[in-house]
């Protein structure tokens, strides 16, 4: 089992930036990281995923072009970098482990953790 702790969002203006990490436990190099995120009424979604080993990464198509997701082996933490955010970035969110399946991203634990919350105005 993999446990997290997010860290980094906060109230940023459309067209700025954040930074959010993860310190992660467990036996994350085996897994891919990533971040998924949810919205007020709506389910939750995939951001991006990054393969421990290799350093793979993998993003939703909204985000495509503004986020970078990145991690450090030896902090053992996730890291996504969020350029130009829009209104609809707004989201908790959270880092877990990741699965794929026919082409979609799933959480690979069902640990969840506190999640970050992220709100950029317009």
């Known amino acids: 089992q993999v446990q997290v702790v997010e860290s980094g969002g906060g109230l940023v203006q459309a067209g700025g930036s954040l930074r959010l990490s993860c310190a992660a436990s467990g036996r994350i190099n085996t897994y891919v990281m990533g971040w998924f995120r949810q919205a007020p009424g709506k389910e939750r979604e995939f951001v991006a995923a990054?393969?421990?080993?290799?350093?793979?990464?993998y993003y939703a198509d909204p985000v495509k072009g503004r986020f970078t997701i990145s991690r450090d082996n030896a902090k053992n933490t996730v890291y996504l970098q969020m350029n130009s955010l829009k209104p609809e970035d707004t989201a908790v969110y959270y880092c877990?482990?990741?699965?794929?399946?026919?082409?979609?991203?799933?959480?690979?634990?069902?640990?969840w953790g506190q999640g970050t919350q992220v709100t950029v105005s317009s």
């Open positions: 877990n482990a990741v699965k794929f399946n026919s082409g979609s991203a799933y959480p690979n634990n069902e640990n």
């Open positions: 990054i393969r421990w080993s290799g350093g793979s990464t």
